[in-house]
């Protein structure tokens, strides 16, 4: 396991699999304002996962994905980024059809 710490709100994970595959990425690590929720992007081969995890239930729900798949070539994707509102909803910003896009769940 190999962490990256960029600017102050910028941390990324990559995590190598087992089976020698790509490493998956973990990125834009956020905890609701409530402290009941905790959202984060994945990254591998070339697409991305925003993920949202009840601290109570431990409950992994599947927000938002992007990104194209790449078969192991090599791919720079826009940064996948997440931010809690103090309003409780969650923004994400990404990237669809190669086109950055910026969503809004509450």
Same mark, same amino acid.
């Given at each position: 396991?190999?962490?990256?710490a960029?600017g102050?709100?910028?941390?990324?994970l990559?995590l190598?699999?087992?089976d020698?595959?790509?490493?998956? $990425?973990?990125?834009?690590?956020?905890i #609701?304002?409530?402290k $009941?929720?905790?959202?984060?992007?994945?990254l591998?081969?070339?697409t991305?996962k925003v993920?949202?995890v009840?601290?109570?239930?431990?409950k992994? #729900?599947?927000?938002?994905?992007g990104?194209?798949?790449?078969?192991?070539?090599?791919?720079s994707?826009? $940064?996948?980024l997440?931010?809690?509102l103090?309003?409780?909803?969650?923004?994400? #910003?990404g990237?669809?059809?190669?086109?950055?896009?910026m969503? $809004?769940?509450?």
């Amino acid at each position: 396991v190999q962490a990256y710490a960029g600017g102050a709100d910028d941390f990324r994970l990559d995590l190598g699999n087992v089976d020698g595959q790509l490493p998956v $990425q973990v990125s834009s690590v956020k905890i #609701s304002p409530d402290k $009941q929720y905790v959202a984060f992007a994945t990254l591998f081969d070339g697409t991305y996962k925003v993920e949202v995890v009840n601290t109570a239930s431990r409950k992994r #729900s599947t927000i938002e994905k992007g990104g194209y798949r790449l078969d192991g070539r090599p791919y720079s994707p826009r $940064q996948v980024l997440v931010a809690w509102l103090r309003s409780g909803d969650l923004i994400v #910003s990404g990237e669809r059809n190669g086109e950055p896009v910026m969503s $809004q769940y509450g």
